[in-house]
């Protein structure tokens, strides 16, 4: 059960209810009005909340738990252990996700300005907005209604942001457009001066960085994550892109639609990715490539070439997966027959 000193509790709701909020079957003799009053792990729940199993390799902890209701695909009803109700979905994760929301809905805010924040002139904040203790909101930017921005947030002169959009603690925002229904995490850095130098042997001079940052509508960006503006034209970032924490996007860096971005990512500047890409943790691409639509690029991979749409590489330097798998099999082979 979630901390409810952190998370408020919505509910409870009956069996039925649940499985209309997601579009789940009821299984063969559960009790439709049974109520259930939040959600847990397998191994934690409880007879009043509902966990959910996705992975078969869990099978083991579903057939133990002492959860009251559990969301499972059809296939793997058979397992449930007995008192436990089902919830039968194709996709069980999803419909946790929403069964979760449900229960712990995002927090709503009081509209308002603190006393201790500064509003430069011309600033513009719109109805239902929070802005928190010292958050400094510069001349002529606007803010949408029904973001909350939070404490020592720093939104820069001219600035854009759009509706529903929530800032967390600290973070600064400059020379940027932002979408609607973003959820910025706390530290995050976006706009500023991308690494552009021109190198000599008189030292090494600053390229004016001259363009902004825009993001789309559905985007999130994790803790810490930085964002350069562009030096000529804008960095972009697509609707519905998923950002982690600690990752570093270059300047004139363009990122599609949908993508999944995983921790301490470093993208290099100019380098432009297509739709529903995933990029997993600790992958680095130089600068002035292409990836196309639709590619996955595995944990630790260092990307020196353009990728082609659908294609799953990995390894340093990457390459496509089998080959990657192939090399390493082959150098255990070799290893293991220099040990013998």
Known sequence: ???????????????????????????????????????????????????????????????????????????????????????LSTEPHRAFAKLAA????????????????????????????????????????????????????????????????????????????????VIIHPGVRIGQDGYGYVLGSAGHLKVPQLGGVVIDDDVEIGANTTVDRGALGDTVIGAGTKIDNLVQIGHNVRIGRGCMVVSQVGISGSTTIGDFVMIAGQAGLSGHLKVGDGARIGAQSGIMRDIPPGQTVFG?????????????????????????
């Not at 000193?5 to 079957?25: D, M, T």
């Not at 009081?110 to 510069?138: F, K, M, Q, S």
Request: hydrophobic share 45%; net charge negative; proline share 7%.
């Open 1 to 87: 059960m979630a901390d409810p000193r952190f998370y408020p509790v919505n509910g409870p709701f009956s069996l039925a209810q649940l499985a209309e909020a997601v579009g789940a079957e009821i299984g063969a003799d559960a009790d439709p009005d049974r109520l259930f009053g939040g959600v847990a792990a397998l191994d934690q729940a409880g007879p009043g909340e509902v966990s959910f199993l996705e992975d078969r390799r869990l099978l083991p902890a579903f057939r133990n738990t002492r959860a009251g209701a559990c969301v499972v695909r059809p296939d793997m009803a058979g397992e449930a252990p007995a008192g436990t109700a089902l919830l």
């Open 102 to 181: 449900a229960f712990h809905p995002m927090p709503e805010w009081e509209a308002g300005v603190h006393p201790t924040a500064i509003l430069e002139t011309g600033a513009r904040i719109g109805d239902g907005t929070r802005i928190e203790a010292y958050a400094v909101v510069g001349a002529d930017a606007e803010i949408g209604a029904g973001c909350c921005i939070g404490p020592h947030v720093v939104v820069g002169r001219g600035c854009v942001i759009g509706s529903g959009v929530m800032v967390g603690a600290g973070a600064s925002l400059l020379f940027c457009r932002i979408g609607n229904r």
């Open 316 to 340: 340093y330097p990457a390459m496509p997966y089998k080959q990657y798998m192939r090399q390493v099999a082959l150098l255990a082979r070799l290893a293991q027959k220099k040990g013998s």
